[in-house]
């Protein structure tokens, strides 16, 4: 069965810093997509950035990367430059095309401190 | 853009009682999902359908039933709530089934059971 794990239940970094979260998962399956997800804390979960298996190139967006390890098995995400507005708590999330659903990691509570 | 409506914010409810959680997408997406977010745990799927009046069981789905009796709507129903169901329910929705269109989530309902 597959499996997300975000080994970081907190984090904090300074404003204007950079910060890295991390995500493993374990699967079987050679087509699946990866995902980092924010919720604010007004609740509302929001997609930060995806990642196709497929491609070798590390996904960005903005001030939002990643850095993919297919072989590891490692999803990392790299939020640069941080501002008091990615404070919130990140899911990374799993999508395999045998299962066809959504695996979500346990969340990592990020603070972005002034 | 798309909007997810759930149609309360917070809900405290007896044990025993009948509790329907209603959510309501407007951009004619096929699938629509309900999750549960507890500290720890992460999202865990219960229930998801990807057309009217089907329905898929996800992880979690005991003590949980839904309804889809038109595409926009997707209901979550406690048949007899119990104190083990207080949580964070989310729902969700997406345009195609699969990963190449993102989750679309709304803001979430808070229930207490008592």
């Known amino acids: 069965a597959q499996t997300v794990t975000q080994s970081q239940p907190e984090m904090s970094v300074q404003e204007a810093e950079t910060v890295t979260l991390s995500c493993t998962y374990d699967?079987?399956?050679?087509?699946?997509?990866l995902f980092w997800y924010k919720q604010p804390p007004s609740r509302q979960m929001i997609l930060v950035i995806r990642?196709?298996?497929?491609?070798?190139q590390n996904a960005t967006e903005n001030r939002f990367s990643v850095n993919f390890q297919k072989a590891a098995k490692s999803f990392s995400l790299k939020i640069s430059d941080s501002q008091l507005g990615d404070t919130a708590m990140y899911f990374c999330?799993?999508?395999?095309?045998?299962?066809?659903?959504?695996?979500f990691g346990t969340g990592t509570r990020l603070k972005v401190l002034a | 853009d798309v909007k997810v409506t759930q149609s309360s914010r917070y809900l405290v409810k007896r044990t025993g009682e009948k509790v329907f959680l209603e959510c309501v997408q407007d951009?004619?997406?096929?699938?629509m999902f309900w999750y549960r977010q507890d500290p720890g745990l992460g999202l865990r799927l219960i229930y998801f359908?990807?057309?009217?009046?089907?329905?898929e069981k996800g992880d979690i789905p005991e003590g949980y039933s839904v309804s889809r009796e038109k595409k926009e709507r997707f209901s979550l129903i406690l048949e007899s709530a119990s104190t083990n169901q207080t949580s964070m329910y989310l729902c969700?929705?997406?345009?195609?089934?699969?990963?190449?269109?993102?989750?679309?989530f709304g803001n979430g309902t808070r229930l207490t059971v008592t």
């Open positions: 699967t079987s399956e050679n087509n699946y997509y």
């Open positions: 969700a929705s997406s345009l195609l089934q699969g990963a190449i269109s993102p989750l679309h």
């Open positions: 359908s990807y057309d009217v009046k089907m329905k």
């Open positions: 951009m004619d997406h096929e699938n």
């Open positions: 990642q196709e298996a497929y491609k070798q």
């Open positions: 999330a799993f999508w395999g095309s045998g299962t066809y659903k959504y695996i």
